[in-house]
């Protein structure tokens, strides 16, 4: 696979039951190691180009997920880990959970698992960088025709 | 005259994976309170007592955390057990003990490598974490899951462990003991460290005491209490003391957690060589009715699960106590008075796990 550039994530737990969010990190360390695609971690919206949520979404979090989606630069991506963040998972019937990731904000990439393996999680991760390589290319396409260039 | 500030801290924050919400009041570059807000990570799961069935329960109970999901399903399993009257078979106890043990060390593990990212060692970090995958591939082994295990069930264990594995196992510890010390020897002896964890968030016996804080955080500030000297599992047939520290700061803290891997590796060595030979599950038959309170020790403090059955097959209630919350108190005591730029390690020697606080 060829990248053009090395792509920043953002980490945030939605409504996780940290299962999901350690494997996420275990995916950084030396066993996994996503660095070797150029993914770092970031904690800043303005520096990533992939969303990584982990958990459902609740009520509580809604606006905060809603506020990191909106501060991230286009082009970005969106990848829901662990089937609480696909669809609301085992807590789906609970309360205080709207659903999953794309109740709120698009999702572009889906990674099932609970907990999601580091290998799925690297997988989704690796895909993400592949699509935010065509996001780039339309918007670019898009610049030379005149347009906004907003993806 | 110094001016007030306030600064937010998360609830997306660098330092945690998690989200918690502090507002930090500001006197200069001194911190004079710290105003919490939780709430992000709720999803409402006691409730769902009501639409799963409790033996099904035991599936959601291990997701109220990921880091000690074995221990959250073994304290709901015991605490159900109690009111059936079930009595689970000797070698199941002892898989309860060993697992548990694993829970701990990894759970440890991987605390020491966030404290070691919150200070900025980013290669300490990640040699924490390389180690405690050694431990995630001994629970893949034995248990198949990585994180979750689905192993506790009421009346027993689904999985065994076989004489070979284990063997393997003390190998695995061996290896994982040498590499500690080695890391131990930085966390505790490093210039650079012990500059950043010594004479930071002081809490002492007293305050401990009155705050009501549990686990690691209380055995620092040298009060000798551990739950596993209840004598749940199979604790009672296991020689070990609690491991505690008279400094009560960062640094203890540091130095408990590091010393209780130690024992915990001792302590599954010890029911390695003890497992009966037998059954590990017995078969389970009615429904419960009555009520248990089950305190269970876990890697952060003392959780307690409050069940209440009314006969059938759904319960009346569960309630789960959990030792984040506990200390909570404790760690807004200390933050009173800090540097702002301690404040990270400062969250962090309590060991957060809000997943399980807020559930």
Known sequence: MKVSNSPWLLHYDGSSCNGCDIEVLACLTPVYDVERFGVINTGNPKHADIFLITGGINTQNKAVVEQIYSQMPSPKVVVAVGICACNGGIFKECYNILGGVDTVIPVDIYVPGCAARPQA????????????DEKKKKRDQKKAQGGSGNA | MSTRSIVPFGPQHPV???????????????????????????????KLVEKKDFQEYVYVAERICGICSFMHGMGYCEAVEHIMGIEIPPRAKYLRTIWCEMSRIHSHMLWLGLLADAFGFE?????????????????????????????????????????????????????????????????????????????????????AHDLGAVGPFMRASGIALDNRKLGYAAYPDIDFEPVTSEIGDCYARCDVRIREIFQSIDIIRQAAAKIPEGEVAVPVKGLPDGEYMMRVEQ?????????????????????????????????????????????????????????????
């Open chain 2, 16 to 46: 945690l994976p998690e989200p918690i919400h502090l507002d930090l009041v500001l006197e200069d570059e001194k911190v004079v309170e710290a105003v919490p807000s939780i709430g992000f990570v709720h999803r409402g799961l006691e």
């Open chain 2, 299 to 359: 890697p952060r403090g003392e959780a307690i699960y409050y069940v209440k059955a009314n006969g059938t097959k759904f319960l009346d209630r569960v309630r789960v106590r959990t030792p984040t919350f506990a200390n909570l108190p404790g760690m807004l005591e200390t933050l009173k008075g800090c540097d702002f730029a301690d404040v990270p390690i400062l969250i962090l020697t309590i060991d957060p796990c809000i997943s399980c606080t807020e559930r």
């Open chain 1, 121 to 132: 999680i690297i997988d989704g991760v690796v895909k993400a960088v592949a699509l935010l």
């Open chain 2, 123 to 207: 290669s300490l970090f990640m040699q924490s974490w390389r180690i405690r995958e050694k431990i995630l591939d001994m629970f893949e082994y034995s248990t198949g899951g990585r994180v979750i295990f689905s192993v506790n069930k009421i009346g027993g264990q689904r999985k065994d462990m076989d004489g070979d594995m284990l063997k393997q196992f003390m190998e695995v510890l061996s290896g994982i003991e040498a590499e500690t010390k080695v890391i131990a020897k930085t966390f505790l002896g490093d210039k650079a460290v012990n500059s950043r964890l010594r004479g930071v968030g002081f809490l002492t016996k007293q305050q």
